[in-house]
């Protein structure tokens, strides 16, 4: 199986840059994906890692060591419209059934 | 538009009470899921379908129900065996010929209520 672990909440103000770390350990690996959720809404897929390194995607990136057992996802330039949960699931096999940790609410402050 | 849509939004059930979800796709996707979510915390899988006529239960599957006659419908029961229902349902797909992170879309989600 898998545990996962992330932070509960990050308060970060408009325009700045927060780091949200995600740690996991698994006995099989088959990449990381980090979703972001708003209230009452469904998931968003975010990015998906299975190399070791940087993916950047706009003012979102996302971060990867496997060796580590240690994710992060990076948000530049933080907009009011960030605030969210964001959640960092790995999968169980190599189907899409997903081991989410308990999500890390980011609260964006002007 | 293609995608995954869930009804009802809002459901309230009566103790003792059957209520179905429904799940239906048209994304032609192999694999369907079923989430709950409470509050402050992760997914956690209730079913999972890898094909039609087949499903596995997830880790938390006790007083569910799921079916698979068809590969665009995987309609979730809560039985009256679920003792504490209420929460967050997300029904989600995927295709297993692809890459999951590329491929995994959650539907727009379903709040029951027990009252």
């Known amino acids: 199986g898998q545990n996962i672990d992330q932070p509960t909440e990050m308060t970060a103000t408009e325009g700045a840059i927060v780091q949200i770390n995600c740690t996991y350990q698994t006995s099989g690996f088959n990449g990381l994906f980090w979703y972001q959720q708003h209230a009452g809404e469904a998931p968003t897929f975010l990015s998906y890692?299975?190399?070791?390194g940087l993916e950047e995607k706009g003012r979102f990136s996302s971060f990867l060591s496997r060796s580590k057992g240690y994710s992060y996802l990076l948000l530049k330039e933080l907009q009011m419209k960030d605030s969210a949960s964001y959640l960092c699931a790995a999968p169980t096999d190599s189907w899409g059934k997903l081991q989410f940790g308990a999500g890390t609410q980011v609260v964006v402050t002007p | 538009d293609g995608g995954i849509t869930q009804s009802p939004k809002y459901l309230f059930r009566k103790e003792g009470q059957n209520v179905t979800l429904s799940c239906e796709q048209n994304l032609n996707h192999d694999a369907m899921y079923w989430y709950r979510q409470d509050p402050g915390q992760g997914l956690r899988l209730i079913y999972y379908?890898?094909?039609?006529?087949?499903?596995q239960k997830g880790d938390i599957a006790e007083g569910y129900s799921v079916s698979r006659e068809k590969k665009e419908s995987f309609p979730l029961t809560v039985t009256s065996a679920q003792k504490n229902p209420t929460a967050f349902y997300l029904c989600a797909s995927s295709d297993t010929d692809s890459l999951p992170g590329n491929t995994i879309y959650f539907g727009e989600g379903s709040w029951l209520t027990v009252v």
């Open positions: 890692n299975v190399l070791d």
């Open positions: 379908s890898q094909i039609v006529n087949d499903f």
